[in-house]
């Protein structure tokens, strides 16, 4: 078990965890119902990543090495993409624009695909396996 990946995986789902309830309690009378299902949406993909790294981190099949080119683009992709969301579905509640940084939106999304696609690289090349 790798203990690293495993700590980020439950930072990532305790925090997804107190983000959808400051939503869906703490936002519902300050947003509109479509940035509160935005918020939720960033909710949603943090959390299933938290349980996509606990799993990682607890594969026999890989590596450690594998594990970490696994790793740092799901973390870099949870960053940037959930937390982009979380600013933008907050937009109006603050006097910064957080539009400037949605680039960080589709970025984020970007590394997660390769941090699957690198999972399934790994798995299917990994000498170790049976």
């Given at each position: 078990?790798?203990?690293?990946?495993?700590?980020?995986?439950?930072?990532?789902g305790?925090?997804?965890?107190?983000?959808?309830?400051?939503?869906?309690?703490?936002?519902?009378?300050?947003?509109?119902a479509e940035a509160l299902r935005?918020?939720?949406t960033g909710v949603s993909y943090q959390m299933y990543h938290a349980l996509f790294l606990l799993i990682l981190g607890a594969m026999p099949q890989l590596g450690n090495r594998g594990k970490?080119?696994?790793?740092?683009?799901?973390?870099?992709?949870?960053?940037?993409?959930?937390f982009s969301i979380y600013l933008l579905a907050t937009n109006g509640l603050t006097e910064f624009d957080y539009k400037k940084i949605?680039?960080?939106?589709?970025?984020?999304g970007i590394?997660?695909?390769l941090?699957?696609?690198?999972?399934?690289?790994?798995?299917?090349?990994?000498?170790?396996m049976n």
């Open positions: 078990m790798n203990k690293t990946i495993f700590g980020t995986g439950i930072l990532f305790t925090t997804a965890i107190l983000l959808g309830a400051f939503g869906a309690h703490g936002l519902k009378e300050l947003v509109d935005t918020f939720g970490m080119i696994v790793f740092y683009p799901i973390v870099l992709g949870v960053v940037c993409f959930s949605a680039l960080l939106t589709p970025l984020g590394l997660l695909l941090g699957w696609i690198a999972l399934g690289f790994r798995i299917f090349n990994e000498k170790r």
